[in-house]
């Protein structure tokens, strides 16, 4: 595996480390700040998830198609290109449910 994918393949796992942490605090935290900090935070660590997915060689990607990376890229252009329809009860369910998911995808790969 390339250098880059390795370290990409980390980063994706480190951001979704944050994300528990976030998840950690609790959904009344995520949803009660009035100026909406927790759903940015998420909402920034979906989108340089994506920014790592994109970062990938297609060899990466093809030799691991059950981690949904089409989907991962899809969620991060839509929340960095249609932000003002974003819907952060589906950001919070993003980072309760598919980011424990996809770490655990990516930790499950061979990347060293």
Known sequence: MK??????LREIVRLCAVGS???ARGEEWYLGDPDNVPGL?????IIKIGENVARLSPDTTDRHPEVPWSLIKRMRD???HHYEGTDYG?????????LPTISRYIQSLNTT
Not at 3 to 8: G, S
Not at 90 to 98: C, E, F, G, S
């Open 3 to 8: 250098q880059r994918d390795t370290a990409a």
């Open 21 to 23: 942490n976030l998840v």
């Open 41 to 45: 935070a998420a909402e920034s660590l």
């Open 78 to 80: 839509r929340l960095a």
């Open 90 to 98: 589906a950001v919070w369910d993003t980072i309760v449910v598919d």
